[in-house]
């Protein structure tokens, strides 16, 4: 077959393959630092990252911003918590929202992992110019809001 029909799918060249593939390898790249340096896994290493920049959140919140599952997150911060790197208080005026922040031992372990998280982003990155980058920056700004757009009500 010499020409492909426009409506094949070429899941190799389909975008969201391609996003999720390269979303993966990054991530797993990453993955294996925080996991063999301090046995953290991606959705905890999430939590740890959005709770140290948006200290306070709930693990509602935290999924949200994340776009991690909800179940995700809370067996991650019932994970991080037992390992004394989360505290959960809870909300006076709402006692079933928590209120999550990073005890000293996760403090430490952001500030360790939060370099080489940006290291090896400019490791990926290298070879790739400014403006490059800066336009990859605008093209996946705009693919988000563009499926936000899509996809709500």
């Given at each position: ?7 094949t799918?070429i899941?190799?060249?389909f ?9 993966h ?6 993955a ?5 340096r301090f046995?953290l ?10 709770v140290?920049r948006?200290?306070g ?10 776009m991690l599952d909800k179940?995700?997150v ?11 790197r ?15 922040t ?14 080489l ?5 400019a490791?990926?990155?290298h070879?790739?110019s400014?403006?490059q ?6 093209v996946i ?6 499926a ?6």
């Amino acid at each position: 077959m010499s020409e492909q029909d426009d409506n094949t799918l070429i899941l190799e060249d389909f975008l969201p393959y391609r996003l999720a593939i390269l979303s993966h390898t990054v991530s797993s790249l990453i993955a294996r630092v925080y996991d063999q340096r301090f046995g953290l896994t991606i959705p905890e290493w999430r939590v740890i990252a959005i709770v140290g920049r948006f200290p306070g959140l709930s693990a509602v919140e935290v999924a949200a911003r994340t776009m991690l599952d909800k179940v995700a997150v809370s067996r991650a911060v019932t994970k991080l918590i037992k390992a004394g790197r989360i505290d959960r208080e809870f909300a006076d005026a709402d006692r079933r929202r928590s209120i999550l922040t990073l005890s000293e031992e996760g403090r430490k372990v952001h500030d360790e992992v939060a370099p080489l998280a940006l290291e090896m982003e400019a490791d990926i990155l290298h070879g790739l110019s400014d403006d490059q980058i800066e336009s990859l920056n605008i093209v996946i700004e705009r693919l988000l809001a563009r499926a936000r757009l899509i996809s709500s009500p």
